[in-house]
């Protein structure tokens, strides 16, 4: 009897062990079926030259593996994708900047790494060349972010916005320049910055950016200036732009 009930151990361990081996390789195949349409997709918006489409699919990705927790597999897949050679530098160039999102909150001298990987893509190919300011700015926060007010102003200074053609880009990224200059309490750079951003925005007949702008030009003469009434102003003429 007790050989039987050894021998019934022994053939259901086998089974569960074998039923274990078999998960472990339909989510290993699995893995790499992901894996493949992953790259399949972005491969096929590359051949469409649809760069937001590219930044939609990395989006995609990254957001998943936040939500999921599993930033090494993301890591993993960015990090296939920056060394295969086979693969194109704008896939490299977002793959690097999609890992500095993955990075987000947790390091920050990791995330700026990221960042500036990209861009020394970028400045080797020539290619991408819009992103060269947008990326800069991102790297300004990571000093920022660490109280590296000397690195961030250092960065900042380096940005040529006006290598930025779309307008309404152009408008968003003077108006993040301005807040960081007044985080950092320049006031008298943010006020610049600002200033020309509402001014490419009237041109434009942008509206949100009218109103963005004006709205944190009413924050620094409230907090920084303590200029109430020049506040007030600049938020209703932000508040009339949003309607």
């Not at 992103?131 to 109280?147: G, H, V």
Request: hydrophobic share 40%; with cysteine.
């Amino acid at each position: 009897m007790k050989w039987i009930f050894f021998l019934m151990v022994l053939f259901y361990t086998y089974h569960e062990s074998k039923a274990a081996t078999v998960l472990v390789e339909q989510k290993q195949v699995s893995l790499e079926d992901s894996t493949s349409f992953f790259i399949h997709k972005l491969d096929q918006a590359l051949r469409l030259k649809n760069l937001d489409s590219l930044d939609a699919i990395f989006l995609s990705f990254v957001k998943n593996k936040l939500e999921n927790n599993d930033l090494a597999q993301g890591h993993s897949l960015l990090n296939q994708i920056i060394a295969d050679k086979t693969l194109s530098d704008t896939l490299k160039i977002l793959a690097f900047k999609n890992k500095a999102i993955l990075f987000g909150q947790i390091d920050y001298t990791k995330k700026r790494h990221a960042f500036e990987s990209a861009l020394k893509i970028i400045r080797e190919t020539g290619i991408l060349s819009d992103l060269i300011p947008i990326y800069n700015i991102e790297i300004a926060k990571t000093y920022l972010s660490q109280l590296n007010f000397l690195g961030a102003t250092s960065t900042l200074k380096k940005i040529n916005i006006s290598s930025i053609q779309n307008l309404e880009k152009k408008v968003e990224n003077l108006g993040i320049c301005g807040v960081l200059y007044s985080q950092m309490r320049d006031t008298s750079q943010a006020l610049s910055a600002l200033n020309e951003a509402i001014s490419i925005a009237r041109q434009n007949n942008d509206y949100f950016g009218i109103g963005t702008i004006n709205s944190t030009l009413g924050g620094i003469y409230s907090a920084q200036l303590k200029q109430r009434q020049t506040a007030i102003d600049y938020y209703r003429i932000s508040m009339n732009a949003f309607h």
